[in-house]
């Protein structure tokens, strides 16, 4: 199967990579960068295979029928408009997490692929990591018991050198700041461990170490179905930057979700344990992890194309973090409670 990469930045590394590693189920065909001077960028600095041609036309890509699919590695904002010309052109999407900068425009892209019969999958890499997918199926077992509380951190660090680029931390280009950008990633699991909560308390400010024009530090509330109690703190000045975490309680046991691996005890004293630790680029070093995940992800998309299914990351599912945020942030400008 033959697929394009739609974006030349630093989130095409990973991609890149995991292109790679699937070279006998996947042709890399085209790289679309914005301007010559990116692409060679790129070229420099990512193992490009020598048969990859490169574009700054997305014609060029649409044209091509036999390229199946694409993945999205553009800024936020421009996803819309790229996921409606791939899939008018009958092209597969993988996107880049966020969806776009909020939940209508998200819901569009979303329908738009549904609409038009091309898969959507989005690289939340987290959800299928081992680890992660051991602890849900823990929790769905019923073995934990009931949610009494959960906390979900992600006390990440990020130079003001990193914001000074333009476009980082604004509304227009990233929909938001540190929930948006970082923070998804561990919203994304606690939606699914967890299940939606119903009310949501945020609050949002820009801390003193930064310039941007978003919010760099969060805290939330929440209260679930059950009434289970969730606390979210999530911040880009936190240096040198701190694993992301989730720390939930039930009635029968705890469990830790740290870095990619879990720990955990039932109340009659069993332990349990799954993965190792990984590092997620949650440091100054943005691009410090490795492309495991991404890799996952883009594997199942191509055999979710060729099988005609469901991604395991629809983009359907994708909607829920996108929910919660929105709800967080606008709780934050309103001081009030928000109802899901």
Request: include cysteine.
């Amino acid at each position: 199967m033959k697929v394009a990469v739609i974006g030349a930045g630093f989130a095409a590394k990973p991609h890149i990579l995991s292109l790679a590693d699937l070279a006998g189920e996947v042709e890399f065909g085209w790289l679309y960068g914005r301007t010559p001077e990116r692409l060679a960028v790129a070229a420099k600095n990512f193992a490009i295979p020598p048969g990859t041609r490169t574009t700054t036309r997305l014609a060029d890509i649409w044209e091509d029928s036999e390229v199946m699919a694409v993945l999205v590695l553009t800024p936020p904002n421009a996803h819309l408009d790229v996921v409606r010309q791939a899939a008018e052109a009958g092209k597969h999407v993988l996107l880049e997490k966020p969806l776009e900068v909020n939940t209508a425009r998200a819901l569009e892209v979303v329908e738009l692929c549904e609409q038009l019969g091309v898969k959507l999958a989005v690289m939340f890499q987290h959800r299928l990591r081992e680890a992660a997918s051991a602890l849900r199926k823990l929790i769905q077992s019923g073995e934990l018991g009931t949610l009494v509380s959960v906390n979900a951190s992600a006390r990440w660090w990020r130079p003001q050198s990193y914001y000074d680029e333009p476009g980082r931390g604004t509304m227009a280009r990233d929909g938001g700041g540190v929930l948006m950008v970082q923070g998804i990633h561990t919203l994304d699991l606690l939606i699914r461990l967890t299940g939606m909560p119903e009310r949501v308390t945020g609050l949002a400010t820009t801390s003193p170490v930064h310039r941007m024009e978003t919010e760099d530090t969060v805290a939330a509330l929440l209260q679930f179905g059950n009434g289970a109690i969730g606390t979210i703190d999530a911040t880009t000045a936190a240096s040198p930057g701190f694993p992301e975490r989730i720390a939930l309680n039930y009635t029968g046991g705890t469990a830790t979700l740290e870095a990619g691996a879990v720990t955990g005890a039932f109340m009659d004293g069993r332990t349990f344990s799954f993965g190792t630790q990984q590092s997620t680029g949650f440091g100054a070093n943005i691009m410090a992890f490795d492309h495991e995940g991404h890799r996952t992800v883009i594997a199942d998309f191509i055999d979710a194309v060729r099988a005609g299914r469901e991604p395991a990351v629809s983009g359907r599912s994708a909607l829920d973090a996108q929910r919660l945020i929105d709800a967080i942030i606008g709780s934050a400008r309103t001081g009030s409670t928000v109802v899901l």
